[in-house]
């Protein structure tokens, strides 16, 4: 008979950021665990909330399957006499194995018979096995930071204070540390803390919910949402949408009541973002928003209990808050006293890095190396590269940054504007930090958009050049997130340029920068990195990684132009014409490879097919070349493909390899010709 | 209640659950954890429990005495609870149902927080406490001291007292507190912290204070050598808060800072070993289990 498996880990309150992790930990822990055992189940289930992690098994089998286990033993000619008669390795292979010789059976492996003892293990009852499997799951929890408390060595992200287990209506026993399993729990640490004995899974569920605690995280995120919402529509508004608060709140609480806090309408002339930074990051709320969008004087906390004295837990927030905007109301008038470009100077005293100098000696790189991407890429004007170059670390001085650092670059374009610089300058201030996360939107001004490249790029050249790269997990400078940066700027606004230029001119930046390593070198495998960046975008996109590694494999350093021959040769292989291509960069390829020289001297050219060929092959060549310079890749493959009837009646014709030197060195020469076309769109040899 | 009444009744409660109250150690210190009574005590098998009000001083915090909520000199109240105790979140609850916090009429909330000393060389796990979205206590399970694991590992549990304060006597500002009839916390405190800002910020000579700071890291040092653990301690605090000084005093570059607090975390390290060999040496006097003692004792010779 089948019955439901309850596992509830008792613990202090979990950090809200593993949260989410652990339940999904421990539900594919369980499924992985009871799979191994051989313990059937309907369905595994994982709910949770700061002070407990359930696990829910639906329909556990009472009994674990029989499993049939083959050991191998000694081939079968030395397992048998002429006589088929058991020899002495086959009777102490079954004596080991505790079975009689005549049960052996004989399997064959890799074509060579053996001996087996086939044996059934009989399946145990489930409930003999769960203790062992249940601590098991438990011990292999593992979190982003775990600890030890009293004279324990076990770790988990927080103390554990009890332990419930029900398999049907009967407790399975596991202890961790001084706690051991029972059948009881505990309700809402405020509202129901007594110690309740649950008799049956279905009770366990009702009487949490009695006693104020919403179990299901799913359940009481969507609770929390509806309440969120609801409040905010009675305080005249809308409620800021925002998944990662709305799962911080949910992992903060048990039992949800949304309640809607004001604050003096005189703090609204600080910018919204500063508001809703301080709102969210320092007291999670959710910000207000009013039919236009305008950011209302309320805000939407959510209670860890029910609607009793609400107005006290109100008026104790709406005090909080108060003190929060107060600071950040002072910061603004602070920081708005001065231009923004007061603050430049002081970046002189501020640390970038200690091998790569201050922030004003990094803003001096920006300005000179934006001023050289505005060149290259066509893009906004010297004079306003210059100034957002020069502006775009200034608020990194402000109080309000050092207070909120993620308002970094959002302060710099309020300020920027306060101080009358021009709006496609401030904007640049703001975007040159974008993308900051992955899905992030890209900068839109062209001067925000250079600012961002010359912002990632001088941040990797610099790192690469003093030894920096990021390995394993350890990336601290996001060098990896710069990289895709820089890949998705270039290719998503479509920019054609030449990346190893620009990163030559980096390095030149770098003056008073004490390098390691050789230039063309750190520049190679910053070329490199970027470009496997590239790889991984490409593969999101749907690219085949075959594709992508025979273009990468040119070293190419415009990133658009890698995308345009990827999209290309992706697109040419679903078409007719490919198969024709493959066959004449094969063909030729695969002869040619060990030959160095393309020169072909036509006076040894004598069979008809081969000068027909000839013929096709130089009508070809700049045809070819010419689409390769217009980047028509598609067409380069086609006029390539068609040289496939010529070339295959020239192989039908005539040997390659002959004696006569003279004749095979003019016949590989068009063959290397044909193939170095070929790879100048992509190394085909690499395509499977 | 007022502002002593407060610490009064604090000091009552965990009296009561059989902590020693403690007084303030006689040294300036950035936070109730540097006091011996937990800095060193936390250190090795030897169970301890402990209150006492900090007076704290965080010299970049002044704000010229206009800031509502800012301090360089502040108090705490600290606890510790060595080993853990199983129930030392009921525990702390009761406590603020001793101030008149009803956790049943608020919101009371633990939410994630992790404590770092790169001075002192300590770290730790646990929670910020909020009440109705303000943060009144810091609560940590030690992992580490001065780069040491805690075992047993014990709970600190950190009470700003101002913050407090200003909840129940509902001011806007610590300097309206009230701490006995008719005196304020501004009467108290107001004018020091004028003038400390003054000094944090402005009047601190430099060249003195690295001048200090160079011969307290030595006299640390030279202290630790001749195992006296606590007077070596000593001239890590002054260290600490010279260091402090110095920052405020925009003195310290990005660079040398990291320089500074490693030259503050080593020496708390040398004090650290020190005074749990001298534990060892005494032979854990306060392990009140005999066999455990002895066990412990013995395991220390064969690893030795």
Known sequence: ?688 | MNFQEIILSLQDYWSKQGCIIQQPYDLEKGAGTMNPATFLRCLGPEPWKVAYVEPSRRPTDGRYGENPNRLQHYYQFQVILKPSPDNVIELYMESLRQLGIDPDQHDIRLVEDNWESPTLGAWGLGWEVWLDGMEITQFTYFQQCGGFDCHPVCAEITYGLERIATYIQNKESVFAIEWVDGITYADVHHQSEVDYSHYNFHGADVEALITMFNICEQEARRVADLHLAQPAYDYVLKCSHLFNLLDARGAISVTERTGYIARVRNIARIVAKEYMEQRQRLGYPLLKDDKLRQQLLQDVEVEG
């Open chain 1, 1 to 688: 008979m089948k019955r439901d498996l309850l596992l509830e880990i008792g613990v202090e309150e979990m950090p809200s950021a593993f949260m989410a992790g652990a339940l999904n930990d421990i539900k594919e822990l369980a499924e992985q665990k009871l799979t191994a055992r051989r313990i059937g189940f309907d369905q595994v289930d994982s709910l949770g909330t700061p002070r407990r992690l359930v696990l829910h098994v639906k329909g556990l089998e009472e009994k674990q399957e029989d499993a049939v286990i083959a050991a191998r033993g000694p081939k079968k000619a030395s397992a048998f006499d002429p006589q088929g008669n058991p020899s002495k390795a086959a009777l102490g292979f079954a004596r080991g194995q505790g079975i009689e010789a005549a049960d052996l059976q004989i399997r064959e492996v890799d074509g060579i018979e053996y001996v087996f003892a086939v044996k059934t293990e009989l399946g145990g009852m489930t409930e003999e096995v769960l203790p062992e499997i249940l601590l098991d799951i438990i011990h292999s929890l593992s979190f982003p930071k775990s600890m030890r408390w009293a004279y324990y060595q076990t770790r988990f992200a927080r103390p554990v204070r009890w332990l419930l287990t029900l398999y049907g209506n009967r407790t399975v026993n596991v202890q961790i540390e001084n706690v051991f399993s029972g059948n009881s729990s505990y309700g809402h640490r405020f509202l129901a803390p007594d110690n309740f004995v649950v008799n049956s899974i279905d009770e366990y569920f009702a009487q949490l919910r009695q006693r104020y605690v919403i179990v299901d995280h799913r359940e009481r995120k969507n609770l929390i949402w509806e309440q969120v919402q609801e409040t905010a529509r009675q305080a005249g508004g809308k409620a800021m949408e925002n998944d990662e608060l709305l799962e911080e709140v949910c992992f903060l609480l048990e039992y949800p009541t949304a309640f809607a806090g004001r604050f003096s309408p005189s703090y609204l002339d600080v910018p919204a973002e500063v508001l809703t930074t301080s709102m969210i990051e320092h007291q999670r709320y959710f910000p207000v928003f009013d039919d236009q969008g305008r950011l209302m004087n309320a805000f939407i906390g959510v209670r860890n209990g029910t609607a009793a004295s609400l107005d006290i837990v109100r008026a104790g927030n709406e005090r909080v808050l108060k003190a929060r905007l107060e600071d950040a109301l002072f910061f603004w008038k602070e920081d708005t006293a001065k231009a923004l470009a007061d603050f430049v100077p002081g970046l002189h005293k501020v640390m970038f890095h200690e091998r790569l100098g201050s922030i004003m000696d990094k803003v001096e790189r920006l300005q000179k190396l934006a001023v050289f991407i505005g060149q290259q890429t066509g893009l906004s004007c010297p004079d306003q590269l210059e100034r957002a170059a020069l502006l775009c670390k200034a608020d990194l001085l402000s109080n309000m940054v050092y207070e909120f650092p993620e308002l970094q670059g959002i302060m710099g374009r309020y300020y920027a504007l306060q101080s009358r610089e021009e709006e496609e300058v401030a904007q640049a201030i703001l975007e040159h930090y974008m993308p900051r996360f992955a899905g992030d939107e890209l900068p839109a001004s062209p001067t925000g958009t250079v600012l961002a490249l010359t912002e990632k790029l001088d941040n990797l050249t610099a790192c690469f050049a003093i030894g920096i790269r990021p390995s394993g997990s350890q990336d601290p400078y996001a060098l990896r997130r710069q990289a895709l940066g820089v890949v998705n700027i270039l290719t998503e606004t479509n920019i054609k340029t030449d990346l190893r230029l620009i990163i030559n001119a980096a390095c030149q930046g770098l003056v008073n920068v004490k390098t390691e390593g050789d230039v063309q070198q750190f520049t190679d495998e910053l070329m490199d990195f970027i470009r496997q960046r590239q790889r991984g975008i490409l593969l999101d996109k749907g690219f085949a990684f075959d594709v992508i590694d025979a273009v990468l494999a040119l070293s190419l350093s415009d990133l658009n132009d890698i995308q345009d021959r990827v999209k290309a040769v992706q697109e040419f292989k679903a078409t007719e014409k490919y198969e024709d291509f493959m066959v004449v960069f094969n063909r030729s390829h695969n002869l040619s490879k060990k030959w160095d020289s393309t020169a072909v001297n036509v006076e040894y050219l004598k069979d008809e097919s081969e000068k027909a060929l000839y013929q096709h092959l130089v009508q070809a060549q700049p045809l070819v070349s010419q689409c390769l310079q217009a980047g028509d890749y598609t067409q380069a493959m086609h006029r390539l493909a068609a040289l496939r009837v010529e070339l295959d009646r020239f192989f039908t014709a005539v040997m390659v390899m002959v004696e006569d030197e003279n004749l095979k060195a003019a016949r590989l020469g068009m063959l290397k010709t044909i193939a170095g076309l070929c790879v100048q769109v992509a190394d085909f040899s690499k395509i499977i």
